[in-house]
């Protein structure tokens, strides 16, 4: 299983910025992804994360970013975006993007991706 996440870089303060995180490899479900990221110097913490249910999807958010960032899934692509918008300085950080996934054997797993640097300065 694999995580690629792409889309950071450099950006003013006020900008935005958009993450995508590709998965592939011996998939069979994801239950749920999520964004992370990790400053330096902190610890890694939540960003973001979206999760199947029966009438969709549920989506929650740390509160430092609620109403700047969306996060969306596009399920027939096994793909995770981030929309990041009214970014702060404080938002720089390497993002990961996360999947806890059954595979084909019929095991769980929890993947992470490589991380993707995302950069506010001005």
């Known amino acids: 299983v694999q995580l690629v996440e792409s889309g950071g870089g450099l950006a003013q303060p006020g900008g935005s910025l958009r993450l995508s995180c590709a998965a592939s490899g011996i998939i069979s479900s994801i239950n749920a992804m999520g964004w992370y990221r990790q400053a330096p110097g902190k610890q890694r913490e939540l960003v973001a994360t979206?999760?199947?249910?029966?009438?969709?999807?549920?989506?929650n958010y740390a509160d430092s970013v609620k109403g700047r960032f969306t996060i969306s899934r596009d399920s027939a692509k096994n793909t995770l975006y981030l929309q990041m918008n009214s970014l702060k300085p404080e938002d720089t950080a390497v993002y990961y993007c996360n999947a806890a996934l059954r595979t084909t054997y019929g095991t769980s797993m929890n993947a992470w991706g490589q991380g993707t640097q995302v950069t506010v300065s001005s």
């Open positions: 979206i999760t199947t249910v029966t009438s969709g999807a549920n989506t």
